[in-house]
């Protein structure tokens, strides 16, 4: 586990290119010492930031990350619906950096602890969407196609049923999304 600021220069989501998608997500910037900061609104450059922090060897991968990570994003006041849409919350986020050869088996082993977990809280009973790439992203079609292709293979190497979210992505890559049904 891994622990990151609740606070960082507004140059890294500039950087990480969340700033560019995700402004209208993100609290007003504060001034420090003559510089903007954010309160972050996500894990995920930190995570980037202390990977790169040390030189590391394509040896060490897969290399696993993950954090109990409180995040706080803005939601107008209007949007706030309990647990549903809040403005602070602490989520179990994970980062992993791997080969391309490495990424299906990744994305198999997320899935197998995934299940095992919402079995231990008696969900048995959810709908699997691949989202896929979005108008606005960033990246390379031959990255994207890998990772679609990556997450695809993991999901049949699972034998899970999906439905597909076109378009449903983040900026930065698909994704696979687990739907669990509860009695709300």
């Not at 899935?111 to 231990?120: A, H």
Request: net charge negative; glycine share 8%.
């Amino acid at each position: 586990l891994v622990y990151s600021p609740h606070i960082a220069n507004l140059n890294l989501w500039k950087t990480s290119g969340h700033y560019d998608f995700y402004q209208e997500g993100m609290f007003d910037q504060m001034d420090v010492e003559n510089e903007e900061y954010q309160i972050k609104p996500m894990n995920c450059p930190f995570h980037c930031l202390m990977y790169k922090d040390e030189l590391r060897s394509y040896r060490d991968l897969p290399f696993r990350w993950g954090e109990l990570g409180t995040v706080y994003r803005y939601e107008r006041s209007g949007t706030l619906h309990g647990l549903m849409r809040v403005r602070g919350f602490t989520q179990d986020d994970a980062h992993i950096f791997c080969l391309p050869d490495q990424l299906q088996d990744e994305i198999v082993a997320v899935l197998d602890l995934t299940e095992e977990i919402l079995s231990r809280f008696g969900f048995d009973k959810y709908d699997i969407m691949l989202s896929t790439r979005p108008d606005k992203s960033v990246g390379d079609d031959s990255i994207w196609d890998a990772a679609t292709q990556a997450l695809e293979g993991a999901l049949h190497t699972k034998k899970w049923s999906y439905g597909v979210d076109e378009g449903g992505g983040a900026f930065y890559g698909p994704k696979i999304d687990v739907k669990i049904r509860d009695a709300i």
